[in-house]
């Protein structure tokens, strides 16, 4: 790389450090009802760092996609693509906290149990805000469907996201919700769906990104829900051995009702590992 590259990625950087500027006043706005978050983080929330750290790190996450895609024919056409796309990074970010504390944890007001320094609900927020920037990586990676593909697998990764948590409800319904663990203040049930819900994006990313695009919007959008559905399925089969042959100390009934966070952190991570393998290399 030339010295004239990097002064060009300096650039795309202060345009990543501006929306991000722009992001924390705004959600500084957004939660004065609910508390004074510089005041908050002073005094050492951590469920609000957490929440925020998501934030920033899903927008970074999703503005590499237009950084690593192919470049404009001049600098200043990179430059605003650069610029549209963060801000509608930024736009989905806000979206996914907006998904999360209605339909993903129902029941409880997300903001004001940050507040209260809740660290379940905030390592659930920053695995949907982690999936949201994967998926938006890997629909403006390569810029080859634009806007309205970065928008549609937006929509389409929320869907398939609240679809996974109905289901796990209703897996759990007769022993134990990790959701409603998440909702009373469970911090192992919090990093345990966590986990699942980045494993999930990182599968669902290879539908997006992986192969040739798909000639029409019908084939696309079968490949993207055989590919979500099958991610799903293997998830909880892989999960299933991980749990046997890794986390050989508890079982995830043990993790969830015993609240054991150690084994809930190795779980989430051997499950974001395998899900990294088979969403670049099987799928």
Not at 86 to 108: I, K
Not at 147 to 160: D, N
Request: without cysteine; hydrophobic residues 55%; proline residues 1%.
């Amino acid at each position: 790389m030339n010295i004239e590259n990097y002064g060009y990625y300096i650039i795309f950087t202060l345009v990543y450090l501006t929306i991000a500027v722009g992001v924390k006043y705004l959600l500084n706005f957004k939660d004065k009802k609910y508390f004074d978050a510089e005041r908050e983080i002073t005094k050492g929330n951590l469920a609000l760092a957490i929440r925020r750290g998501g934030i920033q790190l899903g927008l970074a996450i999703a503005m590499v996609g237009v950084l690593s895609g192919q470049s404009a024919t001049n600098f200043a056409s990179d430059l605003l693509a650069t610029l549209l796309y963060g801000l509608t990074a930024a736009g989905f970010m806000f979206s996914s906290l907006l998904v999360t504390d209605r339909l993903v944890l129902p029941g409880v007001d997300n903001s004001e149990e940050i507040g209260e320094g809740n660290l379940a609900i905030s390592f659930v927020e920053f695995g949907t805000l982690l999936m949201t920037g994967i998926l938006a990586y890997a629909s403006i990676q390569g810029d080859q469907g634009g806007w309205i593909e970065a928008i549609v697998y937006f929509v389409a990764g929320q869907i398939m996201l609240i679809l996974l948590v109905v289901i796990y409800r209703k897996l759990f319904q007769a022993r134990l919700n990790p959701v409603q663990r998440v909702q009373e203040g469970s911090l192992a049930a919090g990093i345990y769906l966590a986990g699942k819900i980045i494993a999930y994006g990182l599968i669902m990313q290879s539908a997006i990104s992986g192969g040739s695009m798909p000639e029409t919007f019908a084939s696309a959008a079968m490949e993207f829900v055989i590919t979500a559905l099958s991610g799903m399925v293997l998830l909880y089969f892989f999960e299933y051995l991980i749990d046997l042959v890794i986390v050989t100390t508890s079982t995830v009934k043990d993790i969830l009702e015993k609240d054991q966070i150690v084994q809930s952190v190795q779980l989430a991570l051997s499950r974001i590992a395998m899900a990294l393998i088979l969403g670049m290399a099987i799928l």
